[in-house]
């Protein structure tokens, strides 16, 4: 009886050895592709004048920032000002950003992230979202690029915004209600699911690189988009 039980703590130690190893291995491959996808560019350098654009990141997330309203793209009557609570029309730029949906819902802070929560995110079990939010410029925070772009490079952007959101079989775009941080941001169902090789991150990589923008091959960090710039 006790070579057996013997065995058996000896087969299960050799099977959650080999499941770390693989872990470490995974997590060393993962962040290889990574590197080698950042440090390689895409895109031509932003040498436009007519339309300017921003990037804005809190260190892990990055928003595009439009304008409101610039060569013929009026933002707001994509996401009304309505679907806000603050509804307040007089803020000019508006960021824009994509992401798992039950992490954008339910952590508002980063020291409201669950376990739980990062997991559905990283393995492509959540549905994903669109986060506007409203604002002026003095309103920027410090961590943001300025991208000079032409008028189709902007189209092109856009484009790829639009393509993304989900739209209600009523017309219009699918607005998740009341479930806004702030006076004046706001949810929208989308398209896609958000995963570790589908970030935020890379849907902003990927949207610089519809425009042939300077960009990452691939990059699922902040970090290697801001390189660029």
């Known amino acids: 009886m006790g070579t057996q039980i013997l065995n058996i703590l000896k087969y299960l130690s050799k099977k959650i ?3 770390i190893e693989f872990f470490f ?6 962040l290889t592709i990574a590197l080698i996808g950042m440090v390689i560019t895409v895109g031509e350098k932003a040498t436009g004048k007519d339309v300017t654009i921003y990037m804005k990141s809190d260190g892990i997330h990055t ?4 304008p409101v ?3 013929k793209q009026d933002w707001s009557k994509v ?4 679907d806000t609570k603050a509804n307040d029309s ?5 960021a824009v950003g994509w992401g798992d949906q039950g992490f954008f819902l339910h952590t508002p802070e980063w020291s409201d992230l669950k376990f739980s929560t990062a997991f559905e995110a990283a393995f492509y079990l959540g549905k994903s979202a669109v986060h506007v939010n409203y604002l002026r410029k003095e309103e920027f925070p410090e961590n943001v690029v300025e991208l000079n772009i032409t008028t189709k490079q902007y189209s092109l952007v856009t484009k790829y915004v639009l393509k993304t959101l989900k739209k209600k079989k009523s017309g219009g775009f699918d607005c998740i209600k009341n479930k806004g941080n702030w006076e004046s941001d706001a949810f929208y169902q989308a398209n896609g699911r958000y995963g570790m090789f589908h970030t935020c991150n890379s849907w902003i990589n990927s949207g610089l690189k519809s425009a042939d923008l300077p960009a990452c091959l691939w990059t699922p960090f902040n970090a290697g988009i801001f390189s660029k710039y």
């Open 25 to 30: 291995a995974f997590v060393v491959c993962y």
């Open 17 to 19: 050895i080999g499941s």
């Open 90 to 94: 007089t803020k000019n730029f508006i």
């Open 63 to 66: 928003d595009f920032i439009f």
């Open 79 to 82: 996401f009304l000002m309505t």
């Open 69 to 71: 309203n610039a060569n």
